[in-house]
């Protein structure tokens, strides 16, 4: 079955970096659109960026260009999204999405998610 595990969350200052993963299995990784939603406390669901299958397009919710990349590494099923110049409002569960289907290429609600990892930046 489809298993979307992500890591690398924790507790961060204001301006400092994390890295997340995903690590997948269960599906051909390379062959689907990938994104990353977040979910900040008492808030609904944030679609933050997305990639293409072959990695070469990505896009990104306006409040993190600049400061996020996500990226993909086929060969090991793993979704990344490198996070610096952290801020405050960046404080949420960060979640891996698998699209719905190999022709997808925009993040749907319904999409299915990891258990997700915990971003908190301190101010």
């Known amino acids: 079955q489809v298993q979307l595990v992500e890591s690398g969350g924790g507790l961060v200052q204001a301006g400092g970096s994390l890295r997340l993963s995903c690590e997948t299995s269960g599906f051909t990784f390379s062959r689907y659109y990938m994104s990353w939603v977040r979910q900040a406390p008492g808030e609904g669901l944030e679609w933050v960026s997305s990639i293409y299958p072959d990695g070469m397009n990505t896009t990104y919710v306006d409040s993190v260009k600049g400061r996020f990349t996500i990226s993909r590494d086929n060969a090991k099923s793993t979704l990344y999204l490198q996070m610096n110049s952290l801020k405050s409002e960046d404080t949420a569960v960060y979640y891996c999405?698998?699209?719905?289907?190999?022709?997808?290429?925009?993040?749907?609600?319904?999409?299915?998610r990891g258990q997700g990892t915990q971003v908190t930046v301190s101010s």
């Open positions: 999405a698998k699209a719905l289907h190999v022709f997808q290429r925009t993040y749907s609600n319904g999409q299915q």
